[in-house]
């Protein structure tokens, strides 16, 4: 009886603990951040494309769920949007046409997104599987085709420039050629969009 006591126990025990391996964990980076700016995407212009970096020390390893964003504007507004994750060695975009190539990225979620004033989470429709030993990319495609008043994001000032966007009225842009967008329409940005990410733990039995 006693045997049969102990097994159930432990048993228990470790249900309980891999439980608590694998319960979601919501990372939140920039928290307390006032600034305001036009990433990730730019409403002003019908198209807008913008990539920042997250490093390793401010994320753990495992499989990314969903993304939220703050929005800072009463007024809704819905983006056609495409949301692509990956990992990379880079710190910073060295300048203006810097961006992370599209073979490096993983698409995580397509489709409409609608803004309200706070924050707005994105669930992805394929979670991404981070393995914590590199940064990560965050990019973030609007291909809405109409504009509206200019409404900003909450971010965060970062050390070097860890955002990248570019924007247009004309023409879609393209993952594959971002730089191809007109120079004064592109830039690198000392700043990051306030984030949460909601990561499954990878368990111990994963490394």
């Known amino acids: 009886m006693k045997k049969v006591f102990k097994f159930l126990l432990s048993l228990v025990m470790f249900l309980t603990l891999t439980t608590q391996l694998n319960a979601q964990t919501v990372v939140t980076i920039g928290n307390g951040c006032t600034g305001e700016d036009i990433v990730p995407v730019n409403v002003f212009y019908n198209?807008?494309?913008?990539?920042?970096?997250?490093?390793?020390?401010?994320?753990?390893?495992?499989?990314?769920?969903?993304?939220?964003?703050?929005?800072?504007?009463?007024?809704?507004?819905?983006?056609?949007?495409?949301?692509?994750?990956?990992?990379?060695?880079?710190?910073?975009?060295?300048?203006k046409s810097d961006f992370v190539p599209a073979d490096s990225l993983t698409q995580v979620f397509s489709g409409n997104v609608t803004f309200t004033s706070g924050w707005v989470t994105i669930t992805f429709t394929i979670p991404f599987d981070y393995s914590g030993e590199n940064n990560l990319?965050?990019?973030?495609?609007?291909?809405?085709?109409?504009?509206?008043?200019?409404?900003?994001?909450?971010?965060?000032?970062?050390?070097?420039n860890k955002t990248i966007t570019c924007y247009r009225g004309n023409a879609e842009i393209s993952i594959n050629s971002p730089q191809e967008v007109n120079s004064a329409m592109r830039d690198t940005l000392n700043n990051r969009p306030n984030v949460k990410f909601e990561i499954n733990p990878f368990s111990a039995s994963c490394y």
């Open 137 to 160: 990319v965050v990019a973030y495609m609007n291909n809405t085709g109409t504009m509206t008043n200019e409404k900003h994001f909450t971010v965060c000032p970062s050390v070097g």
């Open 47 to 95: 198209y807008s494309y913008s990539q920042s970096i997250f490093s390793s020390e401010e994320l753990m390893a495992g499989e990314i769920t969903s993304i939220s964003y703050k929005f800072n504007s009463e007024e809704p507004t819905t983006i056609s949007s495409q949301i692509y994750l990956g990992e990379v060695d880079r710190d910073v975009f060295a300048n």
